[in-house]
């Protein structure tokens, strides 16, 4: 799936190569290529539609800058604009939790049963004993699974905070407020109330987590989903969301194989950050969320980016800046030049591209012959270079007969292939002529897409 999506991204960034700007039409492939990815990660449609017309608006008569092809600006588009929808403009204060609160700071946990609630609560627990220092106990409003309250009193004594114990007969907003009271006389301060979660979602339960809610008024109230929902992330959102005022969401889940599009979802839906990241069953497993990491994974384009720097980095605009100053200045083109401008070839990784730029005697090696053939001949036509002198490089007018049998003999090669090698020498050498300084510029730009 995700090789899928960079072999398809990498085509369309290479047909639309040698445009200037983003346009709606030369955008419209990718673009689909982006919203396929997006359903293929379980984003729900909606969030996928809004996402896909914020980018078109974005980037639509984007100037494209000279470093960079039209299909490459649009994929640096793509990873903006996620990674902004993520949560990346939001600051990282946003995936802070806030203590602003008479202690006890009070933090509520929300989510359907079975994502991860109670070890999400074992997690923090251990998160802010260790890393902020503070005084925590735990306890659980969950009265219909009496397995629920004791789960939570395991985990709680595995990360060594404290736990108010409760039973299945009390009244969720008694215990609440009971943990509440028992937490302020003993200096707690956060109190982590676990919730019941049902399998779906229930008008009861809503109303149940709200009264819990305006009982003890929570600074934090967190959202739990789970990455694997995928599609479904949507619905629960929406009903916790219009329930509660939520103050942020935790994604669990991400150590599995999903691409995380219920992260797209939710943010879409609530609007609020997503806080912090579950990635093992362990209760060390919490993570701070990093919004553009997330954006590169639910695009698998942690792969994309790679190949655009890969392609930005091959291309080493300075020697052929410095190339084309040397030739436009009267400069000789020599066999050095020559000899780097098919390492240059060769580290973009690939003929193909690059045939149709090269003049006909190359296209000519290369056609009918397969890619290999050609990389093969390109290698050869090293060999040859690296057997001559350093005068005759300078100089390949003086490789006569008796140095070009010298010349053959150390490459191991046949005289012929000398020959021709040196014909295509002079070919180039006459194209470098004819280039102005910005045709070459030009012209070792549009092989970059
Ligand atoms: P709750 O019903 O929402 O309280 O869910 P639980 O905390 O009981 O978790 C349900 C299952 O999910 C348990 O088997 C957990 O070990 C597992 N789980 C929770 N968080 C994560 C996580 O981040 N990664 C993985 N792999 N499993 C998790």
Redesign the pocket.
């Given at each position: 799936m995700l090789d899928n999506l960079t072999t398809r991204l990498a085509k369309v960034v290479k047909t639309m190569r040698g445009e200037a700007r983003l346009t709606e039409s030369n955008t419209a492939e990718m673009l689909r290529e982006v919203r396929m990815a997006l359903l293929e990660a379980d984003v729900a449609l909606p969030a996928v539609r809004e996402f896909i017309a914020k980018v078109k608006e974005k980037a639509l008569g984007e100037e494209v800058i000279s470093s960079l092809t039209p299909g490459q600006a649009l994929v640096g588009v793509v990873q903006r604009e996620l990674g902004a929808l993520m949560g990346a403009d939001l600051g990282a204060d946003a995936s802070q939790l806030s203590f602003a609160q008479q202690p006890p700071a009070i933090i509520l946990m929300a989510?359907?049963?079975?994502?991860?609630?109670?070890?999400?609560?074992?997690?923090l627990a251990k998160y802010l004993k260790e890393q902020k220092k503070k005084k925590v106990l735990t306890v659980s409003a969950?009265v219909y699974r009496p397995a629920?309250i004791a789960?939570l009193q395991s985990v709680t004594a595995q990360v060594g905070a404290d736990f108010f114990p409760s039973t299945a007969q009390d009244k969720p907003v008694d215990i609440a407020l009971a943990a509440l009271d028992w937490a302020k006389k003993h200096h707690h301060e956060v109190l982590i109330i676990?919730t019941a979660?049902r399998l779906g979602i229930d008008e009861e339960m809503m109303k149940e987590i709200a009264a819990v809610h305006g009982a003890v008024k929570p600074i934090e109230t967190l959202f739990?989903v789970?990455a694997m929902l995928g599609q479904d992330a949507i619905n629960t959102a929406k009903a916790f969301n219009d329930a509660l005022p939520l103050t942020g969401v935790v994604l669990?889940?991400?150590?599995?194989d999903s691409r995380g599009g219920a992260a797209l979802s939710v943010r879409h839906i609530t609007g609020k950050p997503i806080k912090f990241?579950?990635?093992?069953?362990k209760l060390d497993?919490?993570e701070a969320f990093d919004p553009q990491r997330m954006a590169n994974r639910i695009l698998g384009m942690g792969d994309i980016l790679a190949l655009v720097e890969e392609a930005q980095k091959n291309v080493d605009t300075k020697a052929a800046a410095e190339l084309a100053a040397k030739v436009k200045s009267g400069g000789k083109f020599d066999m050095n030049d020559f000899k780097a401008q098919l390492a240059q070839m060769k580290k973009m990784g690939g003929m193909s591209g690059l045939l149709d730029k090269l003049p006909a005697q190359f296209q000519q090696a290369a056609s009918g012959a397969n890619m290999d053939q050609a990389e093969k001949q390109v290698r050869r036509m090293v060999g040859i270079i690296d057997s001559m002198t350093p005068q005759e490089r300078a100089k390949p007018e003086l490789i006569k007969a008796a140095r070009k049998r010298r010349i053959a003999a150390g490459a191991g090669v046949q005289v012929q292939e000398v020959n021709r090698m040196l014909n295509q020498f002079e070919q180039m050498q006459t194209m470098m002529k004819k280039l102005s300084g910005g045709g070459l510029m030009k012209m070792m730009r549009s092989m970059k897409g």
């Open positions: 989510g359907l049963q079975g994502v991860g609630k109670t070890t999400t609560v074992g997690k969950d629920a789960q676990d979660g739990v789970d669990t889940k991400l150590d599995g990241a579950g990635v093992s069953e497993g919490l």
